[in-house]
């Protein structure tokens, strides 16, 4: 088993006073706060009940160590590297205490607290309002059997007084109830926003990227509790309620509201039976044709210089016309279950009446019995009626939910990592081994390698060879199968995952620009970063005349497919993003497919820059013009590492293969048996 080796960041002279430390730490297990030795890292802590978030820029060791309180953990027992798990630095019983995970399950049971905290007062308001509702159909009833009969007006008066006050009141309640739905939508949103859209960017790192539209499905959620299905939803456990009143002016009466009842449930049990099926169809054929209009979108210029409109069109509209054709066979369905019940509702009221009216004739209640029983039964049926119409939106919503709640559970709780100090740059891999999921080809087949800060290597090789896929896995956008990438001797899924992607650069094969001006672009899309950063940028990446070329300067706004800028300027501002921030580790992959001479040119003083930095840089590339930027070259072929070393040897190597194989039209990995 490999011995790995940590080494702290404690000067010479200042070991005996470590020492010293560590047994003073031993003898005194709780110690108290102390200052914090040279050279080792100072974390800020956030109370239990706050969100820390680190500043979105690196600043220097120094700065960040002024930076408000600080708590130092010793060593358990005194000595570095002690405790399992403690990292390189010593570990404490209390640091996965004060570190726990951020869970993204827990997030989403945040929310559901805050659903259900506020659903019950709202429920508590609906209680009030579906009793206050009665007073209509009491002050009818008064109106007609007492009012009338007596011509009493201190009795109107007094009962117009209190009917009213009651109506103001249901008002202010139900306008309440409402606010709170809409304040619950909107805190909903504020708590699941950015776990989903967090939990969604590192799922879609193995997808298509359709977890993006789970964003949509908060808002299906959002429009859900402000809208006024909900509401119907909240207030048809109080029909019984109703029935109840109903009974107790005439039990033939109640008879009939219940017959009513009962049959809108069936209606509705049909409606979600007919309709499930053809919604669940057109949400998911909806989903296929954003994710068509979304690539249209980002690929704009291809489609116009391809003429690749019309077909991609007709694949965007036959997608929309299926998710068309399924909402129309719902919604159909749903129309129908909503008349025959709407029409059961208006057919039961006559009833109402038309029976209230022959008991009346009977002597067994009076007429204002019947008007306010008639009302009343109109209230009780409302509900399940708007039940009904807005069952669409209620599978809508629930569907939606299940999305969310799948991509929040689905979500790898990610543990507060220790910080580190900053990487010097020195490159281990160790046996990568890479087999995509779902599939039985391996793209890597046991890589190892390693490279010391300031180190520029180049790997070539053939298209397929696993160039692109090892890029990605040298910054961490891929897991390996198996194997390790160690920066600075740490795996890199052990760094903080924010302190790594300050250290790291990136130049992606297809360079990608957000919508922003350039200068945010650089920056990486950091409000707050400093322009002598941006500047530093991109002078190392020799970009600075170019974007001084343009007419606005650094503050020239590019779109999503980068325009105004060429594809070779796009690239070349890619790379002064990739130097931004003094990385450590720069991964450029094919820098220079887009770029002429002149880019060519200022690339390899690009590549210079960077060494004299101490910058570790891996270029991939399938030109040779960069190679004498290079020290080290690394060849690979079907996954495999067919030669690697110093520019001259390799070259050398390949010259000779290459005489062996005078018909070979481009470098040629060794035979079999040949070694480097």
Avoid at 318 to 334: E, F, G, H, I, K
Avoid at 483 to 502: F, H, I, S, T
Wanted: aromatic share 4%.
């Amino acid at each position: 088993m490999p011995t790995l080796v940590l080494r702290n960041p404690i000067t010479p002279d200042e070991a005996p006073k470590a020492e010293a430390a560590g047994a003073e730490a031993k003898s005194q297990p709780e110690a108290p706060k102390a200052e914090a030795p040279t050279g080792w890292k100072v974390r800020r802590v956030a109370p239990p009940d706050q969100t820390f978030i680190d500043p979105p820029l690196r600043k220097t060791r120094d700065q960040r160590d002024q930076k408000a309180a600080a708590e130092i953990q010793p060593p358990i027992d005194g000595t570095h590297g002690g405790g399992g798990g403690g990292g390189g630095n010593g570990g404490s019983g209390s640091f996965h205490k004060r570190f726990g995970p951020e869970n993204a399950t827990e997030k989403l049971a945040a929310g559901q607290r805050v659903v259900r905290r506020n659903l019950s007062l709202v429920m508590v308001l609906t209680v009030a309002t579906n009793m206050l509702v009665l007073a209509i159909p009491i002050y009818l009833f008064q109106i007609s059997d007492r009012v009338l009969t007596s011509r009493s007006l201190d009795t109107l008066i007094m009962l117009t007084i209190v009917i009213a006050g009651a109506v103001v009141l249901q008002s202010i309640l139900d306008a309440i109830r409402r606010m709170m739905l809409m304040r619950t939508a909107v805190e909903i949103a504020a708590k699941l926003g950015a776990p989903i859209l967090s939990a969604a960017a590192h799922a879609s790192l193995n997808s298509n990227g359709r977890e993006y539209q789970t964003l949509g499905d908060l808002q299906q959620i959002r429009s859900f509790l402000t809208g006024g299905t909900l509401l119907a939803f909240l207030d048809v456990p109080f029909a019984p309620l109703f029935i109840t009143a109903i009974f107790l002016v005439h039990p033939n009466l109640g008879m009939i509201v219940v017959a009513t009842a009962l049959v809108l449930f069936v209606i509705a049990m049909v409606n979600q039976k007919i309709t499930a099926k053809p919604f669940a169809s057109a949400s998911q054929s909806q989903s296929l044709a954003n994710l068509h209009l979304d690539s249209m979108s980002r690929n704009s210029q291809v489609i116009n210089a391809l003429a690749m409109i019309p077909e991609l069109v007709s694949i965007w509209g036959r997608d929309t016309a299926a998710s068309l054709q399924a909402q129309v066979r719902a919604q159909d369905r749903n129309v129908m279950s909503a008349t025959v019940s709407r029409g059961v509702r208006l057919l039961t009221q006559v009833g109402m009446l038309g029976w209230g009216a022959y008991l009346a004739i009977l002597g067994e209640i009076t007429g204002g019995m019947v008007i306010a029983a008639s009302i009343i039964a109109g209230r009780a049926l409302a509900p399940i009626e708007g039940a009904i119409e807005g069952w669409n939106g209620f599978l809508l919503s629930r569907n939606a939910y299940g999305r969310i709640s799948a991509l929040l559970r689905g979500a790898t709780a990610r543990h507060e990592k220790l910080l580190l100090p900053d990487p010097r740059g020195r490159l281990d891999v160790e046996r990568l081994l890479y087999v995509p999921g779902g599939t039985k080809q391996v793209i890597l087949n046991g890589i190892s390698f390693h490279l010391d800060p300031g180190d520029t290597l180049a790997v070539i090789g053939n298209s397929g060879a696993g160039k692109t896929t090892l890029g990605k896995m040298l910054v961490g956008s891929i897991i390996p199968t198996s194997g390790n990438v160690r920066l600075d001797l740490m795996d890199l899924r052990n760094w903080e995952p924010r302190q790594l992607g300050l250290n790291i650069g990136y130049l992606p094969q297809d360079v990608q620009l957000f919508p922003g001006t350039i200068k945010e672009n650089i920056a990486r899309m950091q409000g707050d970063a400093d322009d002598a950063d941006v500047y530093r940028a991109a002078v190392l990446a020799d970009v600075h005349d170019m974007i001084a070329s343009l007419p606005q300067g650094y503050e020239t706004v590019v779109s999503v497919d980068g325009s105004p800028l060429s594809g070779g300027q796009k690239q070349r501002v890619g790379l002064a993003r990739a130097f931004f921030g003094s990385p450590k580790l720069l991964v450029l992959d094919e820098p220079n497919s887009n770029l002429d001479a002149a880019g060519d040119k200022a690339l390899m003083r690009a590549i210079g820059q960077a060494k004299e930095q101490g910058i570790t840089v891996v270029v991939i590339t399938q030109k040779t013009s960069l190679l004498p930027a290079v020290e080290k070259i690394m060849m690979l072929a079907d996954g495999n590492i067919a030669l690697f070393g110093y520019r001259n040897d390799v070259m050398q190597r390949l010259s000779e293969l290459k005489n062996r194989l005078p018909g070979a039209s481009g470098p040629t990995p060794p035979a079999k048996g040949d070694t480097p």
